[in-house]
């Protein structure tokens, strides 16, 4: 069965450091996505990107955050420098078309533990 | 603004015990998506179940089935015969249907479930 597939599965790293996450959606999906879990808390939304473009975002996507899909396979979120609160599970989906609408099942790959020192 | 409340924060049953997830949520979309989530022990999240608001019709999976009320904006989650394999946490979601905002799920807060030999 296709699936997300996400890399590190857990990364510390020093404050201020930059962070990339990587995410390899399922290989027909167009739309892809990051969301973010707290320790202990509800997931929450960060960004959606379609066609090599950002569609929507958080409020917790500030300029400290990029996502770029840099070959047709993967799909990464950058933070530019950590921050303790950015320590998180870092959670990549996709989901593909529905009766051609964008509509489709949105799958989630294992998550990224980030851990910031 | 769309909201999803899951009053449960903890479950706990027995095995072959039934048990329901409770889901209510707001949003002031009139076509909207709702998710079901599960979060087993090892954190990824695994899809279980995307429902249409137009869509009513209640829907069986094996042990699993989902009661859509829009009238009571409740989508609640029946596991029937519990395992202790369905120990998890379980997250509803919502999305609405339109453009560009697919896909940003607005998860409830999660139900610890936890089935007891």
């Known amino acids: 069965e296709p699936e997300v597939t996400q890399t590190p599965s857990h990364q510390v790293t020093q404050m201020g450091q930059e962070v990339i996450l990587r995410c390899v959606p399922i290989s027909n999906h167009l739309y892809f996505y990051w969301y973010r879990q707290i320790l202990g808390q509800k997931v929450e939304f960060l960004v959606s990107?379609?066609?090599?473009?950002?569609?929507?975002k958080s409020e917790i996507f500030d300029d400290q955050f990029s996502v770029e899909r840099p070959d047709g396979s993967n799909f990464t979120l950058k933070i530019r420098s950590t921050k303790l609160e950015d320590s998180a599970m870092y959670f990549c989906?996709?989901?593909?078309?529905?009766?051609?609408?964008?509509?489709?099942?949105?799958?989630f790959g294992e998550g990224s533990r980030l851990t910031v020192l | 603004a769309q909201k999803v409340t899951q009053a449960q924060t903890e479950i706990s049953v027995v095995e072959k015990e039934d048990v329901t997830l409770d889901c209510v949520y707001e949003?002031?979309?009139?076509?909207?998506?709702l998710f079901w989530y599960k979060q087993p022990p090892s954190g990824e999240l695994v899809f279980l179940i995307r429902r249409n608001s137009f869509d009513e019709q209640n829907e069986i999976s094996g042990r699993y089935s989902w009661n859509f009320q829009k009238s009571t904006s409740s989508f609640n989650f029946t596991i029937t015969a519990s395992q202790v394999v369905d120990s998890a946490v379980y997250f509803c979601a919502l999305t609405p249907a339109g453009g560009t905002s697919y896909g940003k799920l607005t998860f409830g807060q999660g139900t610890i479930l936890t089935v007891h030999p």
């Open positions: 989906a996709s989901s593909g078309s529905s009766g051609g609408a964008r509509t489709g099942e949105l799958f």
């Open positions: 990107f379609y066609n090599n473009e950002i569609s929507e």
């Open positions: 949003t002031r979309d009139t076509t909207y998506y």
